[in-house]
């Protein structure tokens, strides 16, 4: 008997219509609920699917959650021309604009709040809300110092923070407004500290 004939035949393949409708499901879920509350039962009801159907492609409520943040919009990508301080500027509207919807941000504290639980999904809460992002703004950073725009002495982790980390602070706790406006003045007032007076 050949190796061809003896090999056993593969199982049917995944429906991506299914998986799209689970994690669909999961993100609304999670919306609705938060993390605690949400169920596999509840996600295969919503889904319109079993809860074995669940089960074969996930095996916990963190890897279904993980799987559904992933297919979240990192972000668009940077133009390459213009200023860092313009291309700054225009990362945090990107940032604005993808954190300020009212599901968003109920998905966002639900998770957090369960990080010190489940320890896993801060990699995937930063993954989907903020490592492209993060990414970018280093090498923008780094850009900046190169250009003169930025002091020499700049920690582009630390900067990032910084102007990253008043745009998550409205979203998780003091509830302000979140907005592209806003992107602009925290660009400025960063550039107030960290600028080289001669930047164009």
């Known amino acids: 008997m050949t190796s061809a004939v003896a090999r056993k035949p593969a199982g049917r393949p995944r429906d991506p219509d299914l998986d799209r409708a689970i994690l669909d499901a999961t993100i609304e879920l999670l919306a609705e609920e938060g993390f605690a509350r949400m169920s596999f039962e509840h996600v295969a009801a919503r889904a319109g699917v079993g809860k074995p159907t669940i089960y074969r492609r996930w095996t916990s409520k963190v890897d279904l959650v993980k799987a559904a943040l992933s297919r979240r919009n990192p972000g668009r990508s940077m133009p390459d021309e213009g200023s860092v301080r313009e291309r700054l500027t225009c990362l945090l509207e990107d940032l604005c604009a993808s954190v300020r919807t009212e599901r968003t941000r109920r998905i966002l504290a639900a998770l957090v709040a369960e990080i010190p639980r489940h320890p896993e999904l801060a990699a995937a809460v930063r993954e ?18 190169e250009r003169g725009e930025l002091r020499p002495d700049l920690d582009p982790e630390l900067a990032s923070d910084a102007l990253v980390g008043p745009i998550m602070l409205r979203v998780l706790l003091s509830g302000g407004r979140v907005s592209s406006s806003i992107a602009g003045p925290l660009v400025d007032a960063f550039y107030e500290g960290w600028g080289v007076a001669h930047a164009s």
């Open 128 to 145: 989907a809300f903020l490592a492209k992002r993060r990414q970018t703004a280093f090498a923008l950073l780094r850009e900046g110092v």
